[in-house]
């Protein structure tokens, strides 16, 4: 069994650098997506990560097209690699607790910069892979 607190490293690391330059680079997310689809045929989930990442990323670029650049394409890679991580399965808790770290997120730099701020929105994707991975049975 994978420790699932290992599975938010790559999510942790895109966050960091998403709070510095409001970028979540593809050389930290492609490679990461990579292994886990690896990791999960060599495991005999492929498919419900196949599919889990293409539910998380389709999420995504609807949330990027309603969003007019307010999320980016490094969000949606991130999600995707939080719906491969979780699969099929766990895609609505990611979702979900994205959605709701991102509201709160979005209220706090709200009132704290006003109108113009901008969310760093790996941030909230990661609390909702964490949420996700912390849930699953």
């Known amino acids: 069994m994978t420790a699932w607190w290992l599975l938010l490293i790559p999510a942790v690391l895109g966050t960091c650098v998403d709070l510095r330059v409001r970028r979540i680079p593809n050389a930290i997310v492609i490679p990461s997506i ?10 005999g989930g492929g498919w419900t990560a196949v599919a889990g990442m293409f539910v998380a990323a389709a999420a995504g670029v609807v949330a990027r097209v309603a969003a007019s650049g307010g999320f980016g394409a490094g969000d949606v890679k991130l999600l995707a690699y939080g719906g491969a991580v979780v699969g099929l399965a766990g895609v609505g808790s990611l979702l979900l607790g994205t959605a ?9 730099y709200l009132m704290r910069a006003g109108r113009g701020a901008t969310v760093p929105y790996g941030v909230a994707i990661t609390l909702g892979l964490g949420l996700a991975l912390a849930t699953a049975s």
Do not use: D, T, Y
């Not at 990579?34 to 495991?43: F, K, R």
């Not at 709701?100 to 706090?108: E, R, T």
């Open 34 to 43: 990579v292994a886990v689809l690896l990791l999960s045929w060599l495991q």
């Open 100 to 108: 709701i770290s991102g509201g709160a997120l979005g209220i706090a």
